[in-house]
């Protein structure tokens, strides 16, 4: 019998081509969490996968760049849009192998310029970047994570404003503390206390009280660091 190995191919037709091509995805079983950060970036164990490095799908004959998370639905002239800024200077290029984190940190800039020209959900955007700001801090690039975090607060910050977080795998709750935890990384204080505030409140009626309780951590945290400032 062979042996199983960490990443199979899994087959996509892009949607701007429809060319059909494959891309490398990690088998659940190769992918080890140790722990979490307290803006849900997984620590993955040494000697497993990250399957970061092959969220995204990019097509390596027109460099149109997807995740699993985008919409099948293009508004009218958007193809045209893709075609003209992304398939008319795409060198052909093709990522469907095993990634360096180079290439993963490239797929996801991809993903995150297509999504915009889609106008994908603010939500799908964020979570392109909020990944980015991930590979960046695993490979201590502190400049890089920083200005990925702002992008990623910002598209967090239209999600909720404009609702389109709905139906999808993120929550209220979960969003209104992103929105926290991410101002409080980039010192916007005021912003941070305001949304841990809104998590703290729905506390009676939650159905996720580890993020309840992640929420008056970060408060506690914020009031000791203030308090030593000062002191």
């Not at 191919?9 to 950060?37: G, H, M, P, Q, W």
């Not at 164990?45 to 027109?62: K, L, Q, R, S, T």
């Not at 293009?74 to 849009?81: C, D, N, R, T």
């Not at 920083?146 to 929550?171: C, I, N, P, W």
Request: aromatic share 14%; glycine share 4%; net charge neutral.
């Amino acid at each position: 019998m062979s042996q199983l190995v960490p990443l199979y191919d899994k087959k996509y037709t892009c949607a701007i081509c429809e060319n059909s091509f494959t891309t490398k995805k990690v088998r659940s079983r190769f992918v080890k969490v140790l722990s979490y950060d307290t803006d849900f970036a997984p620590l993955y164990a040494d000697g497993f996968e990250n399957p970061n490095y092959y969220y995204v799908n990019v097509c390596p004959d027109c460099g149109y760049s997807f995740t699993d998370d985008f919409s099948t639905y293009f508004p009218p002239g958007v193809k045209q849009v893709i075609e003209a800024k992304i398939s008319s200077q795409w060198v052909p290029h093709n990522y469907g192998e095993t990634r360096t984190v180079q290439e993963a940190l490239n797929t996801f800039k991809l993903a995150a310029y297509s999504s915009t020209l889609k106008k994908e959900k603010h939500i799908v955007t964020a979570g392109l970047y909020m990944r980015l700001c991930w590979l960046y801090r695993s490979n201590e690039n502190h400049d890089q994570e920083m200005r990925f975090l702002k992008l990623a607060l910002k598209e967090y910050t239209e999600s909720y404003s404009t609702g389109d977080y709905k139906g999808t795998q993120v929550s209220e709750l979960r969003l209104m503390y992103l929105i926290g935890e991410l101002s409080r990384r980039i010192g916007h204080t005021q912003d941070a206390v305001r949304f841990f505030s809104r998590v703290i409140e729905k506390q009676r009626q939650s159905v996720e009280p580890q993020i309840i309780q992640m929420a008056k951590d970060r408060w506690q945290e914020m009031r000791e660091e203030q308090a030593a400032a000062s002191s």
